[in-house]
């Protein structure tokens, strides 16, 4: 048998082949030629076979057949079979293979073996992919191995140890006296490594953390970090004129975790953290590196404020680096930082604006939502300028989340209704394909509210789609608003802008050809019909244009269309003395949120069809009207009633509940819709709210307002926290917290709430349902109210829940409002 | 660090680094998409890009060999960078004034020194001269260990 092929030769030759075919023709013979070596249990070659092997493996190919190999060149005594065992090793052999498992007894030997880089090659094999079970075997040894005099294999049990903690975390006990003297090297390896080790186990484990605390670490890695920096040149270490930048980082990242939550952890770092702060050269990537680790742990610990804007301040400083580089972390870091240091991160909101215009795709995203973070009260109309040139001009793949973005500031802080609509439509129109499906039915909220602005809407919705009936969501909201208001479009009504001249041939013209177009999604043709048989009782002389439209749709393929049309149909025979009421202007809308996954908005025109089946229909005035007679809360007589979130599994029984709360009265039949058509909070508005719950609600906060317990009865106590806006002052939000101090948990916890007739009240979904005994977590719900006529606030409260094995309830009166919440 | 790739310009791919337990399927799943992510990526673009749920951060060298590392969300791009040109001067050193063929045909090497200069995927070693001292001692030790009883040397390469 000839001697195998050498290394570097396969190597040449394979890579003489100019096909792949070629490529695969001389692997096969190759490993054909390999496997019949390893067959003859030939010890000399093997080393060489193998090395081939990882070779072929690299470029694709399998190499299973060579993994007991590898077992046998780690066992052997040469040292170039080792080398070339455990490289093998670490390739083909993850913790998932069976034999892996095998090699424990080999590392253990070379763990203890008198060559130094031999037991260099079992650490490092070790700590790079041993499996929890050969941690746990070979534990021992890397601990012994930690506390070793040799710097060169003290670094590397000091990784190694590192993977055992991540395998097996209950391990981390044994390395804990080992880990007493690790600093006192001068080796920077051991240095590094030890840094390392100690930040995973403060990670890992807040004893550790206490105890390293307990026991000087701060001083000692501060003292550390000061030599570094003023010590002089050192060649062995120095990066650009940076003494050892790998050690420094590591330092101050475990500054960080030693330092965040603790105050005396946290003083003790301040002045070598403005040292580096402020001393580190940042011509060079590397300084630069030093100082974003700075500015990471400053704004995480308890820095006092100075450090805190000289932190910003160098993000601010980043922005403007030539580095795209740098500018990408600095956006990263003030997203992480707008939150707390939201004032801090103002300052630099232009130079974050002109990122808009970045070429880099990672910046400009980052740019985006740290734009959308800083949109607040004072500055909305100049941020939503820009951020709408950017809607314009960027990628399609930011399009859809910028377009949620700017609704949902526009919808905080519009100066303006007619700013408002006029921003939506801006949106509509250029990026209307991206704008995400649940968008439009709060836009049509939006829109039913802005009473005085619908003939100004609808001329303009009317104006966009002449032209270009393409874009889904543009038209389902054109649709839909010509269909409410398309009385005010041709009577020439409009205040706002210059009238336009409209027939009702014209409307129904384009509404036909949204109904017939190719490019109308079902949905849209959905609205568009409907649009036209709302049409029949605001337009006068097309009626019978639009009775032939829905009777042909009465034959139409798409079942929905086909239903839709059938009812209507019905509606223009059978029940045409009920067409009027049933397809009356929609009222103003109760902004209602609900759990579960998003509906499909119900418009009068869809739902009433429905209703027509079971029973006469009622007038299309609200029922509320029917709840305010049985009401009598507070001793007045008409009382706004509020829809409470509940969890999903009650949403049918809503009504009857919250009659229950208003009157305790029964009711012989269930009221034949909710107080007000369901509308779905889109997910994306209801992010944006959850999202809310953790943020500051408003950028400008007043002062702190007292909390108070609301209630506090038989274990149960609610708290209420009270935060009012500068900019909208008649708005109080209210976050309620829920605690159980008993030892039984609280589950199925419901809270409703009603509020007198001149307040509106929204109640947003509770955190959870269940509330854990021993006060040992809370619900959290947050309730929004509506004053504006700046009245006393009163609160009557109800409150469900199961608690050891009985269902509770119980009603309140919450009267103990400060002041300083409503006035 | 999660894993390091170094692939040419063509997605070839030169060395393979993982610190993470995955299945050879899935690391090739991996290695190929990341891989034309990063090919796709344009000569102004910055060297990180967010990728799944880890930062990748990227060098591109001698116009056809690209350095590419996975790091967590702890971790600091800016001395991943750093770490990157370390180890290709490291390569430099060694090879003496590197090229990708070095690296190719020496492909064992480059692991030996990356393993000198990371461990389980954090660096363990902070000084060249260590990282280069050790590899050569090394290497010495592994001519001395060519020569078997029988007095007869067997080259692997």
Redesign the interface.
Known sequence: MPAPI???EL??TI?TARTQAEEREMIQKECAAIRSSFREEDN??R??NV?KL??MH???YPAHFGQLECLKLIASQ???DK??GY?GAM?LL???QDVHLLMTNCIKNDLNHS?Q?VQ?LA??TL???G?SEMCRDLAGEVEKLLKTSNS?LR??AA??A??VIRKVPELMEMFLPATKNLLNEKN??VL??SV?LLTEMCERSPDMLAHFRKVSLVPQLVRILKNLIMSGYSP??D?SGIS????Q?RIL?LLRILGRNDDDSSEAMNDILAQVATNTETSK??G???L??TV?TIMDIKSESGLRVLAINILGRFLLNND??????ALTSLLKTVQTDHNAVQRHRSTIVDCLKD?????KRRAMELSFALVNGNNVRGMMKELLYFLDSCEPEFKADCASGIFLAAEKYAPSKRWHIDTIMRVLTTAGSYVRDDAVPNLIQLITNSVEMHAYTVQRLYKAILGDYSQQPLVQVASWCIGEYGDLLVSGQCEEEEPIQVTEDEVLDILESVLISNMSASVTRGYALTAIMKLSTRFTCTVNRIKKVVSIYGSSIDVELQQRAVEYNALFKKYDHMRPALLERMPVMEKVTTNGPTEIVQTNGETEPAVLETKPPPSGLQPANQANDLLDLLGETDVTPVIPTAPTSKPASAGGELLDLLGDLNLTGSPVSAPAPQIAQPPFLLDGLAAMDSQPLFNDIAAGIPSITAYNKNGLKIDFTFERSNTNPSVTVITIQASNSTELDMTDFVFQAAVPKTFQLQLLSPSSSVIPAFNSGTITQVIKVLNPQKQQLRMRIKLTYNHKGSAMQDLAEVNNFPPQSWQ | MQFMLLFSRQG?????K??V????KEK?KITRELVQTVLARKP???????WRDLKIVYKRLYASLYFCCAIED?D????T???IH?YVELLDKYFGSVCELDI??N??KA??IL??FL??G?????????VLK?IE??DL??E???F?FSGQS????
């Open positions: 050498r290394l570097r190597i040449r890579r000399t070659y080393c060489r090395a990882l070779y690299m470029l694709g040469k040292f170039t080398r070339i490289l390739l993850d913790e998932r060559t880089y260099g650490l490092c700590g790079c992919m499996s060169y670094k590397k990784l190694c590192v993977h920077h390896g590094h490594t390392v062995e270490h990066v050892d930048p790998f050690l980082v990242r990537n590397v630069n590196a030093i974003y680790e990471l795209k580089n740098i500018r990408y972390v070429l880099d795709v990672s910046i | 070839k791919l030169r060395l393979q993982w610190y337990p995955l299945s050879d090739k102004k673009m910055c060297s990180f890009l967010e702890q600091n791009e800016l001395i960078l750093e770490i370390r190719i045909f492909f064992e692991y030996f393993d000198e461990l389980g954090e660096v363990q070693e902070t000084s060249k001269k260590n050790a001692q090394a030790l592994q001395v260990s060519k078997s067997i080259s692997m390469t």
